[in-house]
């Protein structure tokens, strides 16, 4: 008879990872990694030097090694550049993360796909891998979405809630995305949010509780408060009353038809799943982490003080939410219009008897 929380793998008794336990996940996938490098007689030196500078790129990361696609290897090797990293150092984080993806296919591939929903793909191609990495002065990353991109995306949600045969999974993406980006969610964190964690009276928009925000170096949750902005208090209202109830009951808010919790690898894989949809070019595709970049550019070109997006976003500096902003190539022009229309209204009023 097994316990609760175990399952058999070849015979033996082991612990399921829960969605909000990948840190202790992948830190025991990265001890037996270390220790494949023991059992082929790498040096002590060796060893210490190649898992101290794969700790240093999971840790650029933000996401779990599973989880990482393309655009998450140029974003960490983007920041080895503005650290001034040489070629020959951003070669040797690369090729550190390939051996160490390469060995969770042919390792935990299975226990990746039963347990977080992923199938694991090879995250660094031809364009950012480690040969290609000092060719120019920097990779190419792909910005965040436009918000007439999302504007898009989001038009093709609200047409398939309208036609789509299966109305609640529909409605739940169309509230789940927009949550995303609006709100700057993590996928983790909208995976685990509860109907109780939507207060509608609290604050001019209402506040999203998000219990389960990621702590700094795995030191543990760090909840924080989010304001339903964007009339995501209006979208959220539409799920709870009109699509929530047609799926099974359970305390979870975007959940399956079941009524049980998202992994976030489900969020990522849906997400993919509906821009092959859509039918969208390779240029315009983004991940749920690139939606998170989005919010704080769309914000930041409005003209929120960055202060109040770190705070939205849950990070500890303000130096990382900069990093998430990349302004689009009118930013300037666009700031000295709005600041000289300003100026001119206020001219105006003063000379008015």
Known sequence: ???????????????????????????????????????????????????????????????????????????????????GAVASTRRGYVQAFKDFHRFLVARKAAEIEATFGVTLDDPVDEFNAARHVGNDGSP??????????????????????????KYAPAGRDYALFRTLFHCGLRSDEAASLERSDLHFDRGPFGKIHVRFGKGARGSGPRPRWVPMLDQVDLVLRWYLDDIRPLMADSPALFCDEGGGVLHRGTVRNRLRHLLDL??????????????RHACATTNYERGVDLVAIQQMLGHWHVGTTMRYVTPSATFIEDAYRRATSNTLAALSEEEQP
């Open 140 to 165: 190419a990353m792909r910005p965040p979405p436009t918000p007439e991109r999302m504007d898009e995306f989001f038009e093709f949600l609200r047409g398939r809630v309208a036609t789509a045969r």
């Open 278 to 291: 859509e039918g969208c070019p390779e240029t315009e595709r983004f991940s749920p982490h690139g939606l």
């Open 1 to 83: 008879m097994s316990r609760p929380g175990l399952r058999v793998i070849n015979g033996a008794a082991a612990v399921s990872p829960s969605p909000l336990n990948e840190d202790s996940f992948q830190a025991a996938c990265v001890a037996a990694f270390v220790a494949s490098w023991t059992a082929r007689g790498f040096s002590p030196v060796t060893i210490e030097n190649n898992s101290g500078v794969l700790e240093r790129f999971l840790d650029l990361l933000e996401v779990p090694a599973w989880e990482a696609g393309p655009e998450d290897v140029d974003r960490v090797v983007a920041e080895l550049v503005a650290r």
